[in-house]
């Protein structure tokens, strides 16, 4: 089992940039895929990227392609998710999760961190 811990967030002008960080406040990363996803308020959540347990593998979701980087550092039980060119509707609470080695669903998330963009 492990426990997220999201931070980063924050208020950022719109064409700014952000990076989010997670790690665990208990247990190892290394063996999980990691995501990021987000939810606006009043909008269903979305799938942002993964990146795969060995960190050879990345996706992303559409809306974020060639705007998001995420990547991880298993020797500091770190992952990140870099985000350039923010726009207003990028705002969003930010979640992390994770999900052992290749499973099928995410079964582990933070608390999440509030990613305001301002225009």
């Known amino acids: 089992q492990v426990q997220l811990v999201e931070s980063g967030g924050g208020l950022v002008q719109a064409g700014g940039s952000l990076r989010l960080s997670c790690t665990a406040s208990?247990?190892?990363?290394?063996?999980?895929?990691m995501g990021w996803f987000r939810q606006a308020p009043g909008k269903a959540r979305e799938f942002v990227a993964a990146?795969?347990?060995?960190?050879?593998?990345?996706y992303y979701g559409d809306s974020v392609k060639g705007q998001a980087t995420i990547s991880r550092d298993n020797a500091k039980n770190m992952v990140y998710l870099q985000m350039n060119t923010l726009k207003p509707e990028d705002t969003a609470i930010y979640y992390c999760?994770?999900?052992?080695?290749?499973?099928?669903?995410?079964?582990?998330w933070g608390q999440g961190t509030q990613v305001t963009v301002s225009s």
């Open positions: 999760a994770a999900r052992y080695r290749d499973s099928s669903a995410f079964d582990y």
């Open positions: 208990e247990g190892t990363l290394s063996y999980y895929t």
């Open positions: 990146i795969s347990w060995r960190g050879g593998t990345t």
